[in-house]
């Protein structure tokens, strides 16, 4: 699915949306970013469950001190959202009208669904589509094998020691995910942001 500004995304407002890998990094921003704008027929879909489900979250949020972390995972767990974790993982997903999903979704085999359900024409979207359609300032994406969270992170303090607005944000996940303050900042800013080889394949 092609995403080119925020109207692509509010048309599918009253649709049914699933949300795979909800308690990562990755998919709890594009949650909150959902949310912000009103949808309301969200389902939420992880892997680990119950127990572990705390777990997962603290390994994919490390960019968030320990309070925060539980603040967070508190708003994950009653969110007004459907969600499906464990032996529940992807239950109705074949009623999804639409898809986000996690940078990589395909290299778990608990995802097969996944690709016929892409493959039969159900249109799925990536953090990194939103951040590039959504993003009111340039933005300088970074990529490559090695050294893309130290160029990043260097690019970042340069602007910002220059005097300009600046968000950093994208694959590093010892940075957060700045989905929901791209509107704090203006035209003249910059957004950093680390692209993976994994996201460059859905862009």
Not at 2 to 29: K, N, P, Q
Not at 33 to 51: K, V
Not at 107 to 117: E, G, W
Request: hydrophobic share 45%; net charge neutral; aromatic share 8%.
């Amino acid at each position: 699915m092609s995403v080119h500004s925020r109207d692509d995304i509010v048309r599918f407002r009253h649709a049914d949306v699933h949300i795979v890998g909800v308690a990562g990094a990755e998919g709890f921003a594009i949650l909150e970013y959902l949310l912000s704008l009103g949808f309301s027929r969200i389902t939420g879909h992880n892997l680990a469950g119950e127990e572990s489900l705390e777990r997962a979250f603290d390994i994919a949020h490390v960019s968030l001190d320990r309070t925060a972390r539980r603040d967070a995972l508190a708003r994950l767990l009653h969110a007004p959202i459907t969600l499906r974790t464990g032996v529940q993982y992807l239950h109705g997903i074949e009623n999804a009208d639409m898809v986000f999903a996690t940078q990589n979704w395909f290299a778990h085999r608990a995802n097969a669904p996944l690709i016929a359900l892409r493959s039969s024409g159900v249109p799925f979207c990536f953090i990194t589509q939103l951040y590039l359609a959504l993003s009111p300032a340039p933005v300088a994406a970074v990529t490559g094998t090695n050294g893309k969270t130290t160029v990043s992170t260097w690019l970042y303090h340069i602007l910002t020691a220059a005097g300009r607005p600046c968000l950093m944000s994208g694959n590093d996940r010892y940075h957060p995910q700045v989905l929901n303050r791209l509107d704090t900042l203006p035209a003249n800013g910059v957004l950093v942001l680390e692209i993976s080889n994994r996201q460059l394949k859905e862009i």
